[in-house]
């Protein structure tokens, strides 16, 4: 053979090659019976008539997903092509919803609803971010002074303390490129969800994707929250007296021995004063009664959206934003009160999966102006007003 057939042989080959690469297929043979066998589209006919089984699904009410769905469709909504059938913004909001539910992988969620597993994924982060621009000005606002107010109200009456503020360790995978920044002394990878909680164990505020690695106080302090209280930006209330007291104090949000002693932050004594101190003993106990209220919003919040009990596999940003639109729709829900009578039907807590863990001590002394306020409420507490 010469040199000249050889050569067009072996562009014969490439071109051969090539056409072989051009007929990979569109649509995966198992994703093309989708509309006949994919999940959205044998169970949800049926749980539109079920109103437990669908709670359970989806996690609201089909009235409630009904109502996410008008907010979000135009959002979501994609043409048909020449080659396939979109998927409806109805299929791409249950992809969404299932997937904080369940927690379970992009590859799990694809199998199940016969689509594409980067489909998944590109469908969980435009849904998400189609949700926050909807609902977070409505159910997770900027507090303002009014908002404040209310809490205060509510926590007083309610539980006989001011809001508190708090942040958990959520799992997250080893993520490229990021050194040990969310390496943290629990062992593992870490991002933090930092949240102040109102007597209603809804979210005023949060802040979402501190370094693993650092405690609290130092995550809050660097935060655009913390930033803010430091500050005096967060439109929080001007000071007023106690009950029984003629000195103005300043509104304060509490925390646990995790965070630094501030003007604005109560935090509660060191043990071993409160283990010899009644009167110190006495603030702790109120100071303790108050911080259920975050730990149960917490707890209600793993509850419905069981992602928070796998480690999420996500790029940051996406970790970021599943991890808000989760805490908007924990607000929504408890605001449109759809849990009525339906939330017993949910897998109860499971402590020992440590869906969220507490985050280290700040060992840092406080301002000798934080230790008056916390001395005030101290009084306050054991007058018996």
Not at 146 to 169: Q, Y
Not at 302 to 316: G, L, S, V
């Amino acid at each position: 053979m010469s040199s000249s057939d050889e050569e067009e042989a072996l562009i014969l080959l490439a071109l051969e090659e090539d056409n072989v690469r051009k007929k990979r297929k569109w649509v995966h043979e198992i994703n093309q019976e989708g509309l006949q066998l994919g999940e959205f589209h044998t169970l949800m006919p049926q749980l539109r008539n079920d109103e437990k089984r669908c709670y359970i699904y989806f996690r609201m009410t089909i009235d409630c997903f009904d109502e996410l769905l008008d907010l979000i469709a135009n959002d979501i909504r994609k043409s048909d092509s020449n080659y396939r059938e979109a998927i409806s913004p109805e299929e791409r909001l249950a992809i969404t919803l299932r997937y904080l539910a369940t927690g379970d992988t992009f590859y799990t969620i694809g199998h199940s609803f016969r689509v594409g597993f980067t489909t998944v994924s590109a469908i969980v982060t435009e849904v998400c971010a189609a949700l926050c621009r909807h609902l977070q000005d409505i159910y997770l606002p900027e507090p303002t002074t009014e908002i404040w107010k209310k809490s205060e109200e509510g926590f007083r009456n309610t539980w006989h303390f001011p809001n508190r503020i708090d942040g958990k360790h959520v799992t997250i995978k080893c993520l490229d490129k990021t050194g040990s920044n969310y390496w943290c002394y629990l062992n593992k990878f870490s991002m933090v969800l930092m949240a102040i909680v109102g007597p209603d164990y809804r979210f005023i505020s949060v802040d979402i994707g501190g370094f693993g690695k650092n405690s609290d106080g130092g995550i809050f302090e660097t935060s655009n929250m913390g930033r803010r209280f430091e500050r005096n930006l967060m439109n929080v209330p001007e000071p007023k007296n106690l009950p029984g007291q003629n000195e103005p104090c300043p509104h304060v949000i509490i925390g646990d021995e995790a965070f630094a002693l501030k003007p604005y932050l109560l935090t509660p004594f060191p043990y071993k004063q409160n283990n010899t101190d009644a009167f110190k003993e006495n603030y702790n106990v109120r100071l303790c009664k108050a911080r259920r209220v975050v730990e149960n919003a917490f707890g209600i919040l793993a509850q419905k959206w069981r992602i928070f009990y796998r480690p999420m596999e996500t790029k940051i940003d996406t970790t970021i934003l599943i991890m808000k639109t989760a805490c908007i729709l924990h607000n929504f829900l408890r605001t449109k009160k759809y849990d009525n009578g339906l939330i017993e039907l949910l897998d109860p807590v499971e402590p020992e999966l440590e869906a969220f863990q507490n985050c280290d001590n700040d060992p840092r002394r406080a301002a000798t102006l934080a230790f008056s306020v916390r001395d005030k409420f101290a009084t306050f507490f054991n007058s018996g007003l």
